[in-house]
């Protein structure tokens, strides 16, 4: 309001200044002669401009004012958005993270004298995964496992299913100078298969020589401790460990502790990764190690292409030898092919095996592959079809893994 | 002599410089930006898929010696967790001054109401790809800026007055420097945010001064697009492209016969003119697709250096624009 007052006043003021002067007193002069404005009229205008000025630079504002606030009231507010999705308040939310693996076999084995008896269909795992954080500084994970046997190819009853805590442990994940811990029940890690999963292997079966490490592998209670030391574009494991000796002496007929000595050279160049390492198991009780080398290469140019080669050598305790070495191709996105040959030698045998595998992913938690191989001593061929299915929260695998 | 002490001196001031380490290369480019002193690392290259990084020793390595680490989040990077398990530094953990949730304070979208595979590879924070809306970028670079001013206080102010700068060059990009000088960045990108700047525009008769961004993706609103995975939810929502289809099944589900018979007849029904897939996307079958139907396909970086073109986070929203607006 007090702005309308002040332009109705100042209109007229304007109007009043506009006026054209009166005319002079006419003199001998035909033209009449130009005079100055008083003084007083000059000043006036200069006061009135200045006025409507204002006014108009405060209208000016109000319109920039109101434009202004227009926008705001259209605009999202200033500042961090509301809360979206608060944290469920349950105390579930707490509860471990739970995954299921699932590994179901079809096996069929030739032999010059036919199929074999005990080709069959059965569930080889179930494990159940749970993890969860303990605290700020340690994360707790277990791995029960529900197993089959495989039915024996050449005949005979199947074991039956059991069950066992396959891993129980604590990771401790806040230590610092580039130390990391382990401490539970664990499969320890000796080179590539033996701390891997079968399921997460990539192949339909287990190398033979994982049995010179331990009976189906080394998988023990006790300790370990890595230290990882930088290195450029590469870097150096080293892991030492302490066990309980458990699969060294099953019976418990001796106090006697297993050590374990790794380390690991892993390089990284572009598309391709190079890691190459070392371990010893030494069980204190009989003095016989058992070592072993093993090489781990991948060139990945893309998410739907890679090569990756694994190769492992053990020597066992009783001094025998075996190995592996396996190539896989990804053609495509959801496809692998792969072949592995397997050597296994004692005093009195050398035993070889080929194998061929292809393998299919309908997503990353369904997988279907099939793999046959042939034992050129025995003369044997047998061949597994395998169906791996994961359901539960998303599993972090390791990078030599699939996916 | 001299340039044995000056390289003497490179090598002191490089062993100095904070480390920052970055999950995802948009990161990497907006911490360079808030901190050109520091010493940058960036874990994934533009051309993986961010969802299936190998936690490598190599990665660990370099995490291992970082004064900050800075993810995206929202499960995105799952091999995260394992390189921050495994890494042996405490400092940069989460909770702690050099962890950094990039994703802190952005407004998520497709938050699954139910969570289930049946439905594909879900995120259950909401879709987490939210580098594709140029307005997230500067509220990154805030949290990025934030990050660094604890681990590294004595250059707080700088990273602040470089996020700032950030988000004004960010505003500039999107919606030109006319319309940004006469109202103002922050609240244009408001407006923008609230959906509200069209409209808004349009009754003013200002619509003819938007710039950037902004005016170049104006020619995508209604546009029909076939995209190959469900990635681009941010950078729909920014533009306002009409997504007609995935050339994925469901999300990280490959498309079955029957899904691309389904697409055929959603790209003839709806006139689609482009098909996205991502350059670490196999474009067989998009290109399949777009030799049946006439659509062109549009190979698109996933994130900075993902193609030659997206050499920075200004140049990887160029070439998103220039791609689909073709």
Not at chain 2, 93 to 98: D, E, F, I, S
Not at chain 2, 149 to 170: E, G, Q
Not at chain 2, 216 to 236: T, V
Request: with cysteine.
């Amino acid at each position: 309001m007090p702005v309308l007052l002040a332009l109705a006043g100042l209109g007229a003021s304007l109007a009043h200044a506009a006026d054209p002067p009166a005319p002079a007193p006419s003199t001998t002069s035909a033209a009449p002669p130009t005079t100055p404005p008083p003084a007083d009229a000059n000043a006036r205008i200069a006061e009135l401009e200045a006025r409507l000025a204002a006014i108009e630079a405060a209208q000016a504002a109000e319109r920039e004012a109101a434009f202004m606030r227009e926008a705001e009231a259209l605009a999202a507010p200033p500042g961090p958005p509301p809360p979206q999705a608060a944290a469920r308040a349950s105390f579930n939310a707490m509860n471990p993270g739970i995954t299921a693996f699932g590994d179901l076999v079809g096996q069929v084995g030739v032999s010059p004298d036919g199929v074999m008896p005990g080709s069959t269909v059965y569930l080889r795992s179930l494990e159940l995964e749970l993890r969860a954080d303990v605290d700020p500084f340690a994360k707790a994970d277990a791995v029960i496992a529900f197993e089959q046997e495989a039915p024996p190819l050449d005949g005979g009853p199947s074991e039956g299913f059991g069950a066992e805590p396959e891993e129980a442990y604590l990771d401790l994940v806040a230590l610092p100078w580039r130390l990391s811990a382990r401490v539970g029940k664990f499969k320890v890690p000796f080179g590539i298969i033996n701390r891997t999963h079968p399921h997460d292997l990539p192949w339909t079966d287990v190398p033979e020589a994982l049995d010179l490490v331990g009976d189906e592998g080394y998988n023990d209670t006790g300790g370990t401790l890595a230290w990882l030391l930088p290195i450029g574009h590469a870097a150096v494991t080293f892991t030492a460990g302490a066990f309980g000796g458990e699969p060294f002496d099953p019976d418990g007929e001796r106090a006697a502790l297993t050590g374990l000595g790794r380390v690991e050279v892993f390089a990284n160049a572009g598309n391709v990764d190079v890691g190459l390492g070392g371990s010893v198991l030494q069980d204190f009780g009989t003095g016989d190690p058992v070592s072993g080398a093993d090489l781990t290469f991948r060139w990945r140019p893309n998410q739907r292409n890679s090569v990756v080669v694994l190769a492992e050598g053990v020597r066992g305790q009783d001094g025998s030898l075996g190995g592996y070495a396996a190539l896989q191709v990804q053609p495509s996105r959801s496809i692998y092919v792969g072949f592995r040959e397997d050597v296994l030698q004692d005093e009195d045998t050398f035993d070889l095996k080929h194998s061929l595998f292809l393998t299919y992913y309908t997503s990353e938690f369904l997988r279907v592959r099939i793999g046959g191989g042939y034992a050129p001593a025995a003369q044997q061929v047998d061949a597994l079809a395998q169906l791996t299915f994961v359901w539960g929260s998303h599993p972090v695998e390791p990078w030599w893994v699939n996916r | 002599m001299i340039s044995f002490f000056s390289a003497l001196l490179l090598l002191a001031s490089q062993a100095s410089a904070t480390e920052v380490v970055c999950t995802l290369p948009w990161l990497g480019d907006i911490a360079h930006r808030i901190a050109p002193d520091a010493h940058i690392t960036t874990l994934a290259r533009g051309t993986d898929d961010p969802h299936f990084l190998s936690p490598t020793p190599a990665l660990m390595a370099r995490v291992s010696a970082a004064d900050l680490y800075v993810e995206n989040g929202l499960n995105l990077e799952l091999w995260s967790e394992r390189l921050l398990d495994s890494a042996g530094n405490p400092k940069i953990r989460p909770g702690q001054p050099g962890y950094v949730k990039a994703t802190d304070n952005m407004v998520r979208l497709e938050i699954p109401t139910d969570l289930t595979r049946a439905k594909g590879d879900l995120h259950p924070e909401g879709n987490p790809h939210v580098w594709t809306d140029p307005l997230n970028a500067p509220v990154a670079a805030d949290n990025i800026a934030a990050g660094l001013s604890r681990v590294d206080p004595a250059n707080a102010a700088n990273y602040t007055a470089n996020a700032k700068a950030f988000r004004a060059k960010i505003n500039e990009a999107m919606f030109g420097a006319d319309l940004v000088g006469f109202m103002g960045g922050d609240l244009l990108a408001r407006l923008a945010q609230s959906n509200k700047l069209d409209e808004f525009l349009a009754s003013k008769g200002l619509t003819a001064r938007l710039g950037g961004w902004a005016k170049k993706g104006a020619s995508l609103k209604g546009k029909p697009i076939i995209f190959y995975h469900q990635s681009w939810a941010y950078f729909i929502n920014r533009f306002g492209v009409k997504v007609v289809g995935f050339v994925e099944d469901r999300p990280g589900i490959p498309p079955t016969a029957a899904h691309r018979d389904e697409l055929l007849g959603l790209i003839k029904a709806n006139n689609v003119k482009v098909i996205e897939v991502t350059s670490f996307y196999d474009p067989k079958i998009p290109n399949l697709l777009g030799q049946q139907t006439g659509a062109k396909v549009a190979v698109v970086a996933g994130d900075v250096g993902g193609t030659p073109q997206a050499t920075d986070y200004f140049a990887y929203i160029d070439s998103l624009l220039n791609a689909f607006t073709q």
